[in-house]
T-cell receptor
Framework: EAQVTQNPRYLITVTGKKLTVTCSQN?????MSWYRQDPGLGLRQIYY???????DKGDVPEGYKVSRKEKRNFPLILESPSPNQTSLYFC????????????FGPGTRLTVL | EDQVTQSPEALRLQEGESSSLNCSYT??????LFWYRQDPGKGPEFLFT???AGEEKEKERLKATLTKKESFLHITAPKPEDSATYLC?????????????FGTGTRLQVTL
């Protein structure tokens, strides 16, 4: 089944404790992206990657890191999480090397205390 | 400054009662406008891409149209299973990079 998977789905952590949210797709897509979704603000792009070893900042990259060492994986790293990073996070991938027809993962709900 | 505005925020329809959702945008160089559907607790699901004014796309009871300043998602004879939040997103051509901006969505509820 073609899909984007994220782990964990739910995470409660404390301020300053480094964490990684994994994202994997099995569709051989070149393009991958991370978003956060907050009430009243909609989906905002954090980082995106056009291909392996190619990443770029989205609208809200502060406090996040990403890496793209393999085509299928695009982890999101929070080196020192803070409460304002409490949010619902989505990973997405696309075949066409852009934003067209993105497939979204199921989401990761992160709470930073 | 909001670049993508969706209205209404929420809409309640009876089954069979057709209506339209609006997405207005203010970007200068539109590269693409996308519609997604999001069910509670799930990631958005792609519906349509529109590239230029005058373009239309259809899928079952949904039809998306595009002008130079806005897009409409027309829902004809909706059913309860069409209940969801509908999101639009605009890709702006900035010359050096692509910027994607989502609206905050329209929550649609279709009742029997």
């Amino acid at each position: 089944e073609a899909q984007v998977t994220q782990n964990p789905r739910y995470l409660i952590t404390v301020t300053g404790k480094k964490l990684t949210v994994t994202c994997s797709q099995n569709m051989n897509h070149e393009y991958m992206s991370w978003y956060r979704q907050d009430p009243g603000l909609g989906l905002r792009q954090i980082y995106y990657s056009m291909n392996v070893e190619v990443t770029d900042k989205g609208d809200v990259p502060e406090g996040y890191k990403v890496s793209r060492k393999e085509k299928r994986n695009f982890p999101l790293i929070l080196e020192s999480p803070s409460p304002n990073q409490t949010s619902l996070y989505f990973c997405a991938s696309s075949l066409y090397g852009g934003f067209n027809e993105q497939f979204f993962g199921p989401g990761t709900r992160l709470t930073v205390l | 400054e909001d670049q993508v505005t969706q209205s209404p925020e929420a809409l309640r329809l009876q089954e069979g009662e057709s209506s339209s959702l609006n997405c207005s945008y203010t970007v200068s160089g539109l590269r693409g406008l996308f519609w997604y559907r999001q069910d509670p607790g799930k990631g958005p699901e792609f519906l349509f891409t529109l590239y230029s004014a005058g373009e239309e796309k259809e899928k079952e009871r949904l039809k998306a149209t595009l002008t130079k300043k806005e897009s409409f998602l027309h829902i004809t004879a909706p059913k309860p299973e069409d209940s969801a939040t509908y999101l639009c997103a605009v890709q702006e051509d900035t010359g050096t990079a692509s910027k994607l901006t989502f609206g905050t969505g329209t929550r649609l509820q279709v009742t029997l």
